[in-house]
Each structure stands twice: as structure tokens, then as C-alpha cells.
Nanobody, 126 residues
Framework: QVQLVESGGRLVQTGDSLRVSCKVT????????LGWFRQAPGKERQFLGA?????????YIDDSVEDRFLVFRDNDRKEVYLEMFGVVPEDTAVYYC??????????????????WGRGTQVTVSS
């Protein structure tokens, strides 16, 4: 069983940086691929980035945000983070943390991830 709880979402201004976090409860966090998605009103859930499991533990970011977003994990703290730079109003969305219990490399689809948090709201004012 995996539980995910996001935090850190808030109201920010255009151009700000923001880090959102996800606390992971799992017996085997090191085997999970951990990712971030977002969903804006009226839009589909969008993949942002993820970080693979040991030994690669490499991150991959969607092309649409690769110049502004970072994803990294801390297995000791049992957390995964999404770091956003230079946010714009189009980044306004609910941000979700997700876990792929099978630890597949390069998981990007919503269907690849079996566990989800409830999300944290990020609002970017112009």
C-alpha cells in the first residue's frame, strides 16, 4: 500500500519560484517510480515529470516544462519534490503526486501510476 500527501501549493505571482512536496508512505519507496502531474479546470491531467527507482534514480521531464521544472526525490525523507521556476498563469492547476509501484522506467501515462495523492492547488496571479 502506498499513500501520497502533497503540500506546498499556494498563491504566487508570475515569475516566482515554488516547490511542492509529496510525502510518501510505503514499505518500499526505493522501488517506486514517483511522478508529478497537474490538472487545470476543464483540461486533462498532464504529465510533468518523474524520477525512476534505484539504481538509475534519474529524472525525466516533459518537454513542455523541461526548461522550468525539476523533479527530484529524497528516499531518506520519503519525499518527492517538484521545483518550478518562472511560473506563469498557465501553471495554475491542481498538482498531483503519483506512484508507479512496478517501478517502470519512463512512466508517463496516467494509467502507468496506480497511486495518487489528493493534490495541492497552485495559483499563479498575473
Amino acid at each position: 500500500q502506498v499513500q501520497l500527501v502533497e503540500s506546498g501549493g499556494r498563491l504566487v505571482q508570475t515569475g516566482d519560484s515554488l516547490r511542492v512536496s509529496c510525502k510518501v508512505t510505503s514499505h518500499s519507496i526505493s522501488t517506486l517510480t514517483l511522478g508529478w502531474f497537474r490538472q487545470a479546470p476543464g483540461k486533462e491531467r498532464q504529465f510533468l515529470g518523474a524520477v525512476n527507482t534505484w539504481p538509475r534514480r534519474s529524472a525525466y521531464i516533459d518537454d513542455s516544462v523541461e526548461d522550468r521544472f525539476l523533479v527530484f526525490r529524497d528516499n531518506d525523507r520519503k519525499e518527492v519534490y517538484l521545483e518550478m521556476f518562472g511560473v506563469v498563469p498557465e501553471d495554475t492547476a491542481v498538482y498531483y503526486c503519483a506512484a508507479d509501484e512496478y517501478g517502470k522506467n519512463n512512466s508517463r501515462l496516467v494509467s502507468d501510476f496506480g497511486y495518487w495523492g489528493r493534490g495541492t492547488q497552485v495559483t499563479v496571479s498575473s
